[in-house]
């Protein structure tokens, strides 16, 4: 069972970062508007990765921002286009790009772990 990752303080320096890509992915509907803007998305990525490698209290605005990426994530990586499944791949890699396998080991259900 890997370590577990440290616990980060709800005022990160990034965090505003983090809120405002997911408050893009989860607003936009439309796969080719996401699509257009997904370039951009994926390289907002970059300065939070301290956010996406470690856990996050329960309840806290931390969390909640990362089980909507996760959640989206998932839900594009089962769309019915191949443009929503397209968009999942990318986000699944860039999540891992940048938040290392931290990013798969707090994404798991506990059974898993």
């Known amino acids: 069972m890997p370590p577990k990752p440290p616990s980060i ?3 990160a320096p990034h965090l505003p970062t983090l809120r405002a890509i997911v408050s893009h ?29 470690t856990s996050p209290a329960p309840g806290s605005e931390v969390a909640t921002l990362l089980h909507a ?8 990586l089962q769309d ?19 938040g290392g396998l931290a990013t798969l080991s707090t994404s798991l259900p506990s059974k898993l772990t």
């Open 80 to 98: 019915r286009t191949s443009t929503g499944r397209f968009i999942g791949v990318v986000l699944a890699k860039t999540l891992l790009e940048h």
């Open 9 to 11: 303080q709800a005022d």
């Open 25 to 53: 992915l989860t607003s936009t509907s439309s796969t080719e508007t996401l699509l257009a803007h997904l370039p951009n998305l994926s390289r907002s990525f970059a300065p939070c990765a301290a956010l996406l490698t």
């Open 69 to 76: 990426l996760h959640t989206r994530t998932t839900t594009s």
